[in-house]
Nanobody, 120 residues
């Protein structure tokens, strides 16, 4: 099985920073694109940032210049450094990864989510 576990969420004041971490564990051959999604109450998840195996990145417009996604392939981990946080960034953040499984099929896996709350 493959598991993704997030950590690093919490409560911060507007303008503050948080660093989210996500580590994959289990049996798999490799990890492709990894990313972070967030979900506000009553809303569907939106892609916040993604990073390919070759390190190309994509960000939703609202976080450009404030968030930075990175990865450590040796640790099977992806990170999201969030600076200049705004109340609108509040939500549950989910780690996701496209993984080449031991059966050599690619599948998307999701973490359980970590709460980020930004107070005004």
């Amino acid at each position: 099985q493959v598991q993704l576990v997030e950590s690093g969420g919490g409560l911060v004041q507007a303008g503050g920073s948080l660093r989210l971490s996500c580590a994959a564990s289990g049996s798999f051959f490799s990890i492709g694109t990894m990313g972070w999604h967030r979900q506000a109450p009553g809303k569907q998840r939106e892609l916040v940032a993604s990073i390919a195996r070759g390190l190309s990145t994509n960000y939703v417009d609202s976080v450009k210049g404030r968030f930075t996604i990175s990865r450590d392939n040796a640790k099977n981990a992806v990170y999201l450094q969030m600076n200049s946080l705004e109340p609108e960034d509040t939500g549950v953040y989910y780690c996701a990864a496209d993984i080449l499984t031991i059966t050599r099929t690619t599948a998307s896996f999701w973490g359980q989510g970590t709460q980020v709350t930004v107070s005004s």
